[in-house]
């Protein structure tokens, strides 16, 4: 990628303006964009952002062809000065590259990879939408990690970051509220917790958390007396447009003296995971583009350094929280559209949720056992005759959708209330 001020030279051409006209529309002289083109003078981000409008270049492509040190690294350096004085002495050294070759397999033989403790269990979609989303970044980006964890941690959601996010060459920070948002309405709705974050080094090129991203996680258990945590860290290799990417999955046990990070293995389930297919279903999180997972090849996706793509594993039925919170949800929904309690009665096939329409009419939903529960059948019942009838319903319609389930109801309710009019 060309440095900043080739990028910025580059677009002026393309559209044969001046120095001058270009300084006109920033707000600076012609002089000064020439500085800025070659590299003797850098924007400030309030300049670098008149930039990007007027010449329509992406943000993130103008952070990206900015190669100065992000702010926590230049102070990190700052506190050390013989590393300062080693980088000018690299910096000047006609031998620079061969000297930090060597400093890098040196650095390789003091730190043996660790053996993975333990795993954690994910589906194929999850990872998927981490790649998509780092892959689609020329800078650090990243997303939360939602699950419940029992005897391992278990991933049923990652997120994208929320709108406020701050991303970097070398740098990323979450957008805290978002996050906070997103973690009352998923512990509320669907008894997941937040248990870590995954981002990428994209620039810094490490595979394990650094010092900042440990002093962050142990923070944030601290703050809410976490006993354990995660984190995904991910790398990306190749070409820009289609890179392979490497997921390096770590755990941090902070109940013991050791409290991490320890790298852990990752058992993939093919498919979807029940909490992203519920949030699709019901067309929620605009934002998080729920399928986005879909444009990156599984094929592309590495654990750790492994040479080929990760084993999928055949997906159980899903667990009795998340289907006991689909179907509490949906039943709370119909009854206070109906304004009565709804009737639930188990079948061989699944079970049967009967609600009220209007005196003498109720409305039947038989769903299916296995997730995302089915709606098999749904039947109008008059229950002064005992007759049923019925009635024909959106195909694909899910126990999670519960916006089309009471579509179908308020259909119903409606052609109730013509049957009394005329029945009267």
């Known amino acids: ?196 974050d995954w981002h990428s080094h994209h620039r810094l090129g490490l595979s394990a958390p650094s010092g900042g991203d440990q002093r962050r996680i142990h923070s944030i258990a601290g703050r809410n007396q976490f006993p354990g945590m995660t984190e995904i860290i991910v790398t990306l290799e190749g070409s820009q447009s289609e890179p392979t990417i490497r997921i390096h999955p770590w755990i941090y046990d902070l109940s013991s003296q050791n409290s991490g990070p320890s790298p852990l293995r990752i058992k993939t389930l093919q498919g979807v995971s029940p909490i992203r297919q519920a949030l699709l279903a019901r067309r929620e999180l605009p934002e998080q583009e729920l399928f986005a997972w879909e444009r990156i090849s599984w094929q592309r996706i590495r654990i750790g350094s492994d040479a080929t793509p990760p084993l999928l594993e055949p997906t159980s039925d899903v667990d009795t929280t998340t289907r006991e919170r689909a179907l509490s949800q949906l039943v709370g929904a119909l009854q206070e559209a109906s304004g009565s309690s709804v009737e639930q009665h188990s079948t061989g096939f699944g079970c049967v949720l009967v609600a009220k329409l209007e005196e003498p009419y109720f409305l039947a939903f038989a769903l299916g056992a296995a997730w995302p529960m089915n709606v098999l059948e749904v039947h109008h019942l008059n229950r002064d005759v005992g007759s049923t009838e019925a009635i024909k319903v959106p195909s694909g319609l899910v126990a999670p959708d519960i916006r089309g389930i009471l579509d179908v109801f308020r259909a119903a309710g409606a052609t109730a209330k013509g049957i009394g009019h005329v029945d009267g």
């Open 1 to 196: 990628m060309a440095e900043l001020g080739e990028l910025i030279k580059q677009n002026r051409l393309a559209r044969k303006w001046s120095l001058r006209q270009l300084g006109a529309a920033i707000g600076v002289t012609g002089a000064y964009v020439a500085d800025i083109e070659a590299n003797r003078r850098l924007p400030s981000p309030e300049l670098r952002n008149r930039i990007s409008s007027v010449l329509e270049i992406r943000s993130e492509e103008l952070a990206a062809a900015d190669y100065r040190l992000s702010t926590d690294m230049r102070e990190w350096i700052e506190e050390r000065p013989q590393l300062g004085t080693l980088l000018r002495s690299l910096r000047t050294s006609p031998e620079s590259d061969m000297l930090i070759q060597r400093l890098t397999r040196f650095m390789n033989r003091r730190s043996p990879p660790q053996i993975p403790r333990g795993f954690l269990v994910t589906w194929e979609s999850e990872l998927r939408a981490i790649a998509a989303e780092a892959s689609a970044w020329s800078v650090e980006t990243g997303g939360d990690l939602f699950g419940r964890w029992q005897d391992v941690p278990i991933i049923l959601l990652a997120t994208k970051a929320g709108p406020s996010a701050q991303r970097n060459n070398a740098h990323f920070r979450l957008d805290v509220e978002y996050l906070r948002q997103l973690s009352e309405t998923f512990a509320a709705d669907w008894a997941l917790r937040y248990f870590g």
